[in-house]
Each structure stands twice: as C-alpha cells, then as structure tokens.
C-alpha cells in the first residue's frame, strides 16, 4: 500500500529563517501532489498544488519542489515568522481515483520571535 | 458561501450509544470525504462519495461505521455502537474532483468523546 512519510519530529526553528519539511512516499508515482496548512482545532487548509512537471513552485513567501525519481517533495518557508507557525500536511493527490488524496501525519512547525 | 458545514461540533457520549455526524457540502461540489484524525493515526480517510455515489469505504474502521449521501447537500456518518477507541475528530471535505487544482476543502470538524 502507499506509504507517505513526513519529518516525524516537531520543527523549532527561529523568526526570519528558512523553514523546510519533507515529505518522502513509495510505492506511488503520483502525478500532482498537494500541501494543506493546520491550525490547532481546525481543518486543513490547501496552499499549494505541485505537478510532476513542475521541479519547482513558489506562492509569496512559499517554495515546492517534487522529485519524483527520489519521490520526494520539499517545502520551504523563507523568512518564517511566528505567524508560520503550524502543521503542515503534505498529500498524494489520486485525481484518477475520484478525487482522492492521501495525506501524510503532518509537521508540526514552530517559528520562535 | 459559508464553506462545509459540520455538526455538531463536539460530541460526548457513553460507550454503546449511536452517534451521528452530519455534514453539508460547498454547494457545486461533486465529491464528499470523511477523515477521522487522531495523534497516533494522522488523518484517515474513511469513506468518499461522487455525485452522491460511494466510491471506497475500504477506510471505514468496522461495521460499527456506516455513511450515507441522500442527496448532494447532505451527508452522515454513523457510529453504532459506539466504542471509546472512536474518540476522534472526524472531518468532512468536499471538492470538485479532478478538476484544476482538485483541493479539498474541509469543515471545522467534530470532536467525538466516547466514554
């Protein structure tokens, strides 16, 4: 079965620097792959979409890379503020099957002033 | 549009009890999700629906589980009898499946307690 693995340990890093979570999957070669935002008590939020196409997307302060020969993906919060602070999940979008996404156990980011 | 709607929002009952949750989609949306989030499990998908047809419940936990999609609008998920291990929160999501961006939008969700 599909397997989708993200940094299994909290993340503290300091206000203004680069934050960057992975997310590492097998036996699966999807072709688009998504991002979703958590805040506590409440559900995911989509922020980006990534195809396997595309090496690299950007929205504002955000950057997705998708490697799909290492069937890894990157996600990167340049000068990460407190407000950054969350989980962030990561999914196999199956759009061929009916719309269906897997997601991965989330990161939990904390971004320190 | 008011985004999924989801009730109730919390829920405490006693092992044994039925427990319903309900769900209204974004209104256009072909495609209904139901998640179960715990810490030791992340989020899981249950069940899903196309145009109001169940497409794979191979997520649903046992036969204790059971969802319905009456019409486009309306959802539930059902819980009988209901057991302390299904202490959760429970999502809904909907979607235009397959289409652009193919994002899920997802409700505020309801905590389940089982005592």
């Known amino acids: 079965s599909q397997k989708i693995e993200q940094n299994s340990e909290a993340l503290n890093i300091q206000e203004g620097k680069t934050a960057t979570l992975t997310c590492n999957y097998t036996n699966y070669s999807p072709a688009y792959l998504q991002w979703y935002r958590q805040d506590p008590g409440r559900g995911p939020v989509f922020l980006l979409l990534?195809?396997?196409?595309?090496k690299e997307k950007r929205k504002e302060r955000l950057k997705v890379t998708f490697d799909t020969t290492l069937k890894q993906s990157l996600f990167h919060i340049t000068a990460s503020q407190p407000a950054d602070s969350a989980t962030y999940l990561c999914?196999?979008?199956?759009?061929?099957?009916?719309?269906?996404?897997?997601f991965g156990q989330g990161t939990e980011l904390s971004v320190k002033p | 549009d008011a985004g999924v709607i989801q009730s109730p929002r919390h829920e405490v009952t006693e092992m044994g009890q039925e427990v319903t949750l309900r769900c209204k989609p974004i209104?256009?949306?072909?495609?209904l999700f139901w998640y179960r989030q715990t810490m030791m499990r992340g989020l899981e998908l249950l069940i899903y629906f196309n145009n109001n047809v169940p497409i794979d419940d191979s997520g649903m936990p046992e036969d204790r589980f059971s969802a319905k999609m009456p019409n486009a609008s309306f959802s539930t998920l059902k819980i009988q009898p209901s057991e302390p291990r299904d202490s959760a929160v429970y999502f809904c999501?909907?979607?235009?499946?397959?289409?652009?961006?193919?994002?899920?939008?997802f409700g505020p969700g309801t905590r389940l307690t089982v005592l």
């Open positions: 999914a196999l979008d199956m759009r061929n099957q009916g719309g269906k996404l897997i």
């Open positions: 990534i195809r396997e196409n595309e």
């Open positions: 999501a909907s979607s235009l499946a397959g289409v652009g961006h193919n994002e899920q939008f």
């Open positions: 209104s256009g949306h072909n495609s």
